[in-house]
């Protein structure tokens, strides 16, 4: 952990060197320019770009939308900004002050306004509503930033929303070199949702289309021209057809009032296409939430953003120009928190430390017992012995090294549990994924146990279901089952009762793997023999559902790789007490539907985290259908891609959440 900040105080003292190289070169800064006189005349040429930045309660991205535009492959000295601040009830114009404060020096231009009051809108539901007199001030807005940056003659006009994330810094590079005079980089979210439409129906609202998904996935990739594009998009201001566009509805408009309505319909009547590119990931957006939502619900959805992006990614970048606000920290309510790692992991433990750091979440860091490095000796001295007749139900194969290695570092916690008279806790895997809103969804389900006084020694919070048709609801409790037979222990909540059921069997001398002797002790095992070996079998089992944790990965993911992993050591204890050799013999199930694992995280990996001690389903593999592509050519030189074919698809602000009805429908359906 020390190293990561190391690197983050580096990368923030390189971000800032840059920086400040450009600033010298712009005229504004000190004098005295150290470049030579041909890069700055070669800079002086670049092209010019004026980027209106319209800011209402956004606090919750601010640090991370700056954190990209200030890491953006372009000369700040060519870049003029116009930001507009106004109705906010958060630190949305605080935040914006610090900022520009500490960054006019190194842009071209940076004009600011700001307004503390009125804090609402009248008629809205709620901060993210849409009412008309909104939609008014923006469309007027939007023109006013239009035509500064005609009377800047500025070459370009670059939209970005504030909940819009460039993490490809070389955007403006793509856009400009495809030579369109209106161009959007293909944005992606958590759902299908993004800054563009793929049809358009004769109303001038959304219509489905057939490519909309393989655009959105890059299963084909290039430019395409679409109807539509919003939130980030880049405008050639040098070719004059650009003079007839507008955010003001024209004499002939009909359609509804709606800034990005009216400037498709401006962009239609000049004659001008709209394009898409998404040869390479160029960043994401949040979807746009209810009328009716509160402003912690965006904020749970940044919060989510976050999370995911760590999973194959480093994290979103801050900006190194405002301080971020630091969340404090609690334990839920719990006596403790694990968090189990190895060591030899550390790329997990970051992700998962940054992850619990974003959520509040104070958890105590448990190092794994490794099994990898375990021996003949050590379980001797332990005391530990297979179940007899035990193999794994599907591969057929023995206990492995790294499935005893996660039962004792489980085992281990749950004594500590006992001997430090803990009455509930936490524990949590290094590989799992958050869901949106875990925090909240947790607490909300414990008050209604509680309230429901139900009698429990351990609750699910992340496992794999076997059988969802074994498990029934709990009445009087929302969200929460009596589990069947289960897979996993990605994380699960423990009273001190059920931690010394599972202690009192002593089970290290008839070891199983820890998410098969879990479902013993609550009597919802298939295999009757293994259960005859335990009693009683008495731990009372329930389960959140939906679940709040899912794996990192799948068998069949891209990074996947398992720490339980196949090598046995049986043979050689065996030997070892007969009096034999001491030579391990192979492992019979090498090399049959298992998975090696690696001695290290790859250093290329980043923060991508792979996943919790799955198993094989009964087919041999256990891959299960994701809702997002998978990055293709990230790697790509910046070329000219060929026009293709449509896309698709969004929406005005008063039929977001139309839209995003419609996506998530196409996503169910698919």
Not at 569 to 589: L, M, T
Not at 632 to 659: L, W, Y
Request: charged share 25%.
């Amino acid at each position: 952990m020390e190293m990561y900040w190391v690197l983050k105080l580096f990368a923030w003292t390189v971000c800032l060197v840059v920086i400040g190289v450009n600033a010298d070169t712009s005229g504004e800064g000190d004098s005295g320019n150290t470049q030579s006189d041909s890069a700055d005349v070669e800079e002086k040429q670049m092209p010019t770009v004026f980027i209106p930045i319209l800011v209402r309660n956004k606090a919750h991205t601010l640090p991370y939308f700056f954190g990209c535009l200030e890491r953006l492959h372009y000369p700040r000295n060519r870049i003029s900004l116009w930001i507009r601040t106004d109705h906010n009830v958060d630190n949305s114009t605080a935040m914006l002050k610090e900022w520009v404060a500490n960054a006019r020096p190194y842009y071209h231009k940076i004009d600011f306004q700001y307004k503390q009051y009125p804090q609402r809108y009248l008629g809205e539901s709620g901060p993210v509503d849409w009412p008309d007199e909104r939609f008014e001030h923006v469309i007027s807005l939007r023109q006013q930033a239009l035509e500064e940056a005609r009377k800047q003659w500025a070459d370009y006009l670059f939209t970005i929303d504030v909940d819009n994330f460039l993490e490809n810094p070389d955007v403006l590079w793509v856009l400009m070199h495809n030579e369109k005079t209106i161009i959007a980089p293909v944005l992606e979210s958590s759902t299908m949702y993004s800054n563009f439409w793929g049809g358009m129906k004769e109303n001038g609202y959304y219509k489905r289309t057939n490519t909309y998904l393989q655009i959105i996935r890059r299963n084909i990739t290039g430019i395409f021209n679409v109807p539509m594009v919003h939130s980030t998009v880049l405008i050639n201001l040098k070719h004059s057809a650009t003079e007839k566009l507008t955010y003001k509805p024209p004499p002939s408009y009909r359609q509804h009032l709606d800034d990005i309505l009216i400037f498709a319909y401006s962009a239609r009547e000049a004659g001008i296409p709209m394009y898409v590119v998404n040869a390479v990931h160029f960043g994401q957006l949040l979807v746009p939430t209810a009328a009716d939502a509160s402003l912690e619900d965006e904020v749970e959805q940044m919060l989510h953003v976050k999370l995911q992006t760590i999973v194959e990614n480093p994290p979103l970048p801050s900006s190194v120009l405002m301080h971020e606000p630091v969340r404090p920290v609690d334990k839920l309510g719990f006596d403790e928190i694990y968090m189990i790692n190895l060591k030899r992991r550390p790329l997990r433990r970051q992700r998962m430390l940054h992850s619990l750091k974003w959520l509040g979440i104070e958890a105590k860091e448990f190092d794994a017992v490794d099994g990898k490095a375990l021996t003949s000796d050590d379980l001797i001295s332990m005391g530990i012995d297979m179940l007899p007749g035990y193999r794994d139900p599907y591969s057929e194969r023995v206990l492995t090294k790294g499935e005893i290695g996660c039962f004792l570092s489980h085992y281990k916690i749950w004594q500590e549990m006992v001997q430090n008279n803990y009455q509930e806790i936490l524990v949590l895997e290094d590989d799992v994924r958050f869901e949106e809103g875990f925090r909240p969804k947790l607490m909300n389900i414990l008050t209604d146990v509680a309230l429901a006084q139900v009698d429990w020694d351990i609750i699910y919070v992340g496992r794999k279901i076997l059988n969802i048709d074994e498990e029934q609801y709990v009445s009087g409790v929302r969200n929460f089952v009596r589990p069947g037979y289960s897979y996993w222990t990605l994380s699960y909540i423990l009273t001190q009762r059920g931690a010394k059921k599972l202690l009192a069997q002593e089970p290290l001398g008839r070891m199983v793997p820890i998410d098969e002797y879990l479902p013993i002790m609550f009597d919802k095992h298939p295999e009757k023999n293994w259960l005859s070996a335990f009693w009683p079998r008495d731990l009372k089992a329930f389960s959140v559902n939906p679940l709040l944790v899912q794996p990192t990965h799948y068998i069949g993911d891209n990074n996947y790789f398992s720490d339980t992993e196949t090598s046995n050591i049986w043979e050689d204890v065996h030997e070892r007490e007969n009096g034999g050799s001491n030579e391990k013999k192979g492992d019979p199930a090498a090399g049959k539907d298992s998975l090696e694992e690696s001695d290290a995280d790859s250093p290329q990996d980043h923060f991508k985290m792979p996943t919790a001690d799955s198993k094989e389903d009964g087919k041999g593999v256990n891959l299960t259908a994701t809702d997002h592509a998978k990055e293709e050519g990230k790697e790509q030189k910046i070329e000219k891609t060929p026009i293709a074919s449509s896309g698709e698809e969004k929406i005005p602000k008063n039929e977001k959440q139309a839209e995003t009805v419609e996506q998530s429908r196409q996503q169910d359906e698919l």
